[in-house]
């Protein structure tokens, strides 16, 4: 069975400031891993996917999240945070492998402070 | 615009009422998700259909219904059989064909029980 962990349920970041929000996961294949971000009273939005290739992989709105299978993690990051930013986040993988089946994380709240 | 349209987005039921919501999208996606949102719990799948006239159990289907009579259309009912179906309702497709996809998600229904 796969799986996603959120450990934290809220991050607190000062506006400019770097943030990181992490997401561990495990399924039995290789991994096919996406971030979200919600609004509230909205859907998800998608905001980046790793495949394979690089570990770096760049999304919307200067996101970018970093892939490590070693530590099987793929934390979202983003260089300066902006206050609109805040919103809660989703982590979600998929076995390539295995039906289209998606696994989510429980959500960071993210809270970006002027 | 292409999109996902979500039916109504405040739903208010009495207790031992059956409700239905309605997902349409016009994005000519062949896969159609049903989620439910609560605080804390991140996203958890209740039905699943990969093409019309097809569809699958997800992870808590107990006490919901679907069907999938059009490729444009995918309407959830919720039963009398779901002992606490307040919570927040998503409704997804999944971009294209293949495995390197991604989701798209409506607006979403927030369902309250009185």
């Known amino acids: 069975a796969q799986s996603v962990a959120q450990p934290e349920d809220q991050v607190n970041v000062a506006e400019g400031n770097p943030l990181t929000v992490k997401c561990t996961y495990s399924?039995?294949?290789?991994?096919?891993l996406f971030w979200y971000v919600q609004y509230p009273n909205r859907g998800l939005q998608f905001l980046l996917k790793y495949i394979t290739g690089d570990n770096l992989v760049k999304g919307s709105y200067g996101f970018e999240a970093e892939f490590n299978k070693s530590q099987t993690s793929f934390h979202l990051k983003k260089p300066s945070a902006l206050v609109s930013d805040s919103a809660l986040y989703f982590c979600?993988?998929?076995?390539?492998?295995?039906?289209?089946?998606?696994?989510f994380g429980t959500g960071t709240k993210l809270q970006v402070i002027p | 615009d292409g999109g996902i349209t979500q039916s109504p987005k405040y739903l208010f039921r009495k207790e031992g009422q059956n409700v239905t919501l309605s997902c349409e999208q016009n994005l000519n996606h062949d896969a159609m998700y049903w989620y439910r949102q609560d605080p804390g719990q991140g996203l958890r799948l209740i039905y699943y259909?990969?093409?019309?006239?097809?569809?699958q159990k997800g992870d808590i289907a107990e006490g919901y219904s679907v069907s999938r009579e059009k490729k444009e259309s995918f309407p959830l009912t919720v039963t009398s059989a779901q002992k606490n179906p307040t919570a927040f309702y998503l409704c997804a497709t999944l971009t294209g064909s293949g495995s390197y996809n991604e989701q798209f998600f409506g607006p979403g229904t927030r369902l309250t029980v009185l």
């Open positions: 399924v039995s294949g290789n991994p096919y």
């Open positions: 979600a993988v998929r076995d390539l492998g295995g039906y289209q089946k998606v696994t």
């Open positions: 259909s990969q093409i019309v006239n097809d569809f």
